[in-house]
């Protein structure tokens, strides 16, 4: 396709989903200037920029961003570690799987918020908990789509291992990870997307400290619905921002990948 074209087209596709929204806003606070909904419950759009304006500016809300971010980044990155460790391991070995095959997939439908009890016990309802409730949501993905990226290497690549004896690290770098690398991609991009969204839900049900999360609570209590509005808005944006980064790396890598392979 045509750079310039494709280039349109994400304009064209991007002006249409914006539509939405906008019309939306506008009839919101159409809405609420006739008085027709309770301000104190709907805060109209208008005051949501204002409480955006202002958030902008606070020093506390970015300090409560940066935690949140840093918070994220340590669960995502034992959760992609200990899934990317695992998944190699059960996609090599039949053995494995048919040990903790079942058990692993048995525990997929347990909702990821029935850990919350267990984690507080265990490892404590603090920053602890926190981050290992991360790290979970961010493992899985990573452990499944690892695991069936290594079982669908070609016969013509393990035959290779085979006939030149490779070593197990030297296996792991030039054939495994290459070969299962889309496979592993995309469950570290799924990852990227619930490590952040397990941030949020760890700042809402563990105990209280700095995070978006947190603000987000305490502007609730407080009946401050556009600063939870405006808060939502922030933490929607850096879900995008991150699936969009990554979805550049990941695009990156398997470019390379194809290239290697010509």
């Given at each position: 396709?045509n750079?310039?074209h494709?280039?349109?087209?994400?304009?064209?596709?991007?002006?249409?989903?914006l539509?939405?929204?906008?019309?939306?806003?506008?009839v919101?606070?159409v809405v609420?200037?006739?008085?027709?909904?309770?301000?104190?419950?709907?805060?109209?759009?208008?005051?949501?920029?204002l409480?955006?304006?202002?958030?902008?500016?606070?020093?506390?809300?970015?300090?409560?961003l940066?935690?949140?971010?840093w918070?994220?980044?340590?669960?995502?990155?034992?959760?992609?570690?200990?899934?990317?460790?695992a998944?190699?391991?059960?996609?090599?070995?039949?053995?494995?799987r048919?040990?903790?095959?079942?058990?692993?997939?048995?525990?997929?439908?347990?909702?990821?918020?029935?850990?919350?009890?267990?984690?507080s016990?265990?490892?404590?309802?603090?920053?602890?908990?926190?981050?290992t409730?991360?790290?979970?949501?961010?493992?899985?993905?990573?452990?499944?789509?690892?695991?069936e990226?290594?079982?669908?290497?070609?016969?013509?690549?393990?035959?290779l291992?085979?006939l030149?004896?490779l070593?197990?690290?030297?296996?792991?770098?030039?054939?495994?990870?290459?070969?299962?690398?889309?496979?592993?991609?995309r469950?570290v991009?799924?990852?990227?997307?619930?490590?952040w969204?397990?941030?949020?839900?760890?700042?809402f049900?563990?105990e209280?400290?700095?995070?978006?999360?947190?603000?987000i609570?305490?502007?609730?209590?407080?009946?401050?619905?556009?600063?939870?509005i405006a808060?939502?808005?922030?933490?929607?944006?850096?879900?995008?921002?991150?699936?969009l980064?990554?979805g550049?790396v990941?695009?990156?890598?398997?470019r390379w990948?194809?290239d290697?392979r010509?």
């Amino acid at each position: 396709m045509n750079t310039r074209h494709w280039h349109d087209t994400r304009l064209g596709t991007l002006g249409l989903g914006l539509a939405f929204p906008a019309v939306l806003a506008l009839v919101w606070q159409v809405v609420a200037n006739k008085g027709i909904i309770d301000p104190s419950v709907w805060a109209s759009p208008w005051r949501v920029a204002l409480a955006v304006s202002s958030q902008v500016q606070d020093p506390q809300f970015w300090a409560d961003l940066g935690a949140s971010l840093w918070r994220d980044a340590q669960g995502t990155a034992l959760g992609i570690l200990f899934g990317l460790t695992a998944g190699l391991a059960l996609g090599r070995s039949a053995l494995l799987r048919a040990y903790f095959g079942p058990t692993l997939d048995a525990g997929k439908a347990v909702p990821l918020f029935t850990w919350v009890p267990l984690l507080s016990v265990w490892v404590g309802s603090g920053e602890g908990g926190k981050i290992t409730f991360i790290a979970i949501a961010a493992s899985i993905p990573v452990l499944f789509n690892t695991a069936e990226g290594v079982l669908s290497l070609e016969p013509r690549h393990l035959e290779l291992v085979r006939l030149y004896h490779l070593g197990l690290i030297t296996r792991i770098r030039r054939v495994v990870l290459p070969g299962a690398g889309p496979g592993i991609l995309r469950g570290v991009h799924q990852a990227v997307l619930y490590g952040w969204l397990a941030t949020i839900g760890a700042e809402f049900l563990f105990e209280a400290g700095n995070g978006i999360g947190t603000n987000i609570m305490g502007a609730r209590d407080l009946y401050a619905l556009d600063v939870v509005i405006a808060d939502m808005m922030a933490i929607g944006l850096v879900g995008v921002v991150l699936d969009l980064s990554f979805g550049h790396v990941e695009r990156y890598l398997l470019r390379w990948r194809e290239d290697h392979r010509t």
